[in-house]
C-alpha cells in the first residue's frame, strides 16, 4: 500500500487556545472512576510520590517560564521528581505557593510548550483543537530533550494534582499509557487513508492477491519514495483475509508512529521517570485525558451548587445575585477567564467543580464578601477564594469584576 504525505506541518505561528478556547465534548466518566482514582493517589503517597522531605523548587522568571522549567526539571533526578514537593516561585511576586502559583505555572507552560508555533506539535487533521507529535519537530534544536521534558511535565501534572491546558488526539493518550492502537484512532489524523483500512477491515478479501497488497508500504517523503517492510521479508509476504488483522495492527501502528516515533518514545521515557508504570494501569485513553487535561466546557449550574459564601454572602443576597447574572452573561471565555483568576488554572477537573483542590485538598470555589465597594476583586488562588466586594449596583459589579479577570495576571495578592 502506498501513501502520499503532505508534510505539511500545521498551521504555525498561531497562539494556541487563545480567546477562541475550545469546549470539548467527552464521554462520561464511569461511575467507579472517582474510587479508583482515591486509590491511584493513594497507592502514589504510600510510596511517598510528591510528600517529601525535599522540594522541588522552581524559581521562574514570567518571560522565561518554559526555559526557567526545562532548566530545572531535566537537571532533576529521578528520586527529585518522583517525592519532591513541587513549590513553584515566581520572580518578583509576593504570593505564597499554597497551590495557585503552581496551577498557573502549569498553564502558562502548557500554552508554550504545547503551542503548534514552538514546533514540537502540530495539529490534528481535522480541527485546530487538538494536537499531536509533529513530523517538523526534529528540525527543533534538541527535539528529543524537548519530548523528554514534556513526558516529565504529564508526570509532575499527574502526580501534584493539577491539569494541562492541552487536548490532544486520542492515539496519543494512548501511546503514553503504551496502550495498543485501534483503526477509529486513524479517523481524526486521516480520514481517507481510515476508510481504505476500513474496507479491508470489513470485506473479505481471499483474492488479496488480485489486491496487490504485502506486508510492505511506500510512501511519498519530500519527493523522495521510500519503502518500508512492516515485518520482516514483508515485501514477499501477500496479505490475505487469514493474515489481514495482523497486517491492519502493523500497518495502523505504522502510520500512527510516522515520522514521530523517536519523539513519542522519549516522551514516553520522559513520563516513566516520573511514574512508575504500575500504577497507572487503572487508565484508559479518555480517563486519562480527562484527569490530565480536565474539561474546558463551563456548567454554570453545577459551577452554583458548589460555591460557597463567607462573611456575610449567602445564594440570596443581592450581591451574589447580581454576580451570577453577571456569569450568565459572560461567553464561556470570560468564564474561563473568571475561574484562572480565582484557581490558577483554566480547566475544571474531571469531577466538575466538587473536584477543586486547593493547598489543603479539596475546595471549593468560594466568594467572600469585601467590604471595599470601590476596590475590583481579588482572589486568594490557593484557596479558590475570589474576594467580592459588596457593589452598589449589578453594572459596577459587571464592569469591575470583567476589568479584574481580563486585566489582572500576577500573584502580588493579599
Not at 83 to 108: I, K, N, W
Not at 296 to 303: A, L, S, Y
Not at 305 to 327: K, M, P
Not at 370 to 380: E, T
Amino acid at each position: 500500500m502506498s501513501y502520499n504525505s503532505s508534510a505539511d506541518p500545521g498551521p504555525q505561528g498561531l497562539t494556541m487556545l487563545n480567546s477562541n478556547i475550545v469546549q470539548r465534548s467527552l464521554p462520561p466518566i464511569r461511575r467507579d472512576l472517582r474510587t479508583r482514582l482515591r486509590r491511584f493517589y493513594k497507592k502514589l503517597e504510600c510510596k511517598g510520590y510528591g510528600r517529601g522531605p525535599h522540594k522541588l523548587k522552581l524559581p521562574i522568571r514570567r518571560n522565561h517560564v518554559l526555559k526557567d522549567a526545562f532548566s530545572r526539571i531535566m537537571s532533576a533526578n529521578k528520586q527529585e521528581l518522583r517525592r519532591g514537593r513541587l513549590v513553584v516561585a515566581f520572580e518578583s511576586e509576593e504570593g505564597l505557593d499554597r497551590g495557585g502559583p503552581t496551577r498557573e505555572f502549569f498553564h502558562l507552560l502548557s500554552r508554550e510548550l504545547f503551542n503548534p508555533s514552538f514546533g514540537l506539535f502540530e495539529y490534528s487533521a481535522d480541527d485546530i483543537h487538538t494536537i499531536q507529535p509533529s513530523p517538523q519537530s526534529a528540525f527543533v534544536d534538541g527535539f528529543i530533550d524537548w519530548f523528554r521534558f514534556a513526558g516529565r511535565i504529564f508526570g509532575l501534572a499527574l502526580i501534584h494534582r493539577y491539569l494541562l491546558d492541552v487536548s490532544f488526539v486520542r492515539h496519543f493518550y494512548k501511546s503514553l499509557l503504551r496502550l495498543p492502537p485501534a483503526l477509529n484512532d486513524l479517523e481524526s489524523l486521516d480520514n481517507e487513508f481510515h476508510q481504505s483500512l476500513e474496507w479491508i477491515c470489513d470485506n473479505d478479501i481471499s483474492t488479496g492477491a488480485d489486491l496487490g497488497l504485502t506486508f510492505c508500504v511506500t510512501e511519498n517523503l519530500l519527493g523522495k519514495v521510500v519503502e518500508r517492510e512492516l515485518k520482516a521479508d514483508g515485501s514477499n509476504i501477500a496479505v490475505t483475509e487469514n493474515n489481514k488483522r495482523e497486517y491492519l495492527a502493523r500497518l495502523i501502528k505504522w502510520r500512527l508512529e510516522r515520522g514521530v516515533h523517536e519523539q513519542t518514545e522519549s516522551l514516553v521515557r520522559g513520563f516513566y521517570e516520573v511514574i512508575d508504570s504500575r500504577l497507572i494501569t487503572l487508565f484508559d485513553a479518555d480517563t486519562f485525558e480527562l484527569v490530565i487535561a480536565g474539561t474546558f466546557e463551563i456548567d454554570i449550574n453545577d459551577w452554583r451548587s458548589h460555591t460557597e459564601y463567607r462573611l456575610g454572602y449567602n445564594d440570596n443576597h443581592q450581591v451574589i445575585i447580581w454576580f451570577w447574572e453577571a456569569i450568565e452573561k459572560f461567553t464561556n471565555n470570560q468564564r474561563l477567564h473568571l475561574l484562572k483568576f480565582v484557581t490558577g488554572t483554566s480547566s475544571i477537573p474531571y469531577g466538575g467543580f466538587a473536584a477543586l483542590r486547593s493547598s489543603s485538598g479539596p475546595s471549593c470555589f468560594c466568594i467572600e464578601r469585601w467590604d471595599n465597594p470601590s476596590a475590583l476583586p481579588r482572589a486568594h488562588t490557593c484557596f479558590n477564594r475570589l474576594c467580592l466586594p459588596s457593589y452598589a449596583t449589578a453594572a459596577l459589579l459587571y464592569e469591575k469584576l470583567l476589568f479584574a479577570v481580563e486585566e489582572t495576571n500576577t500573584f502580588g495578592l493579599k
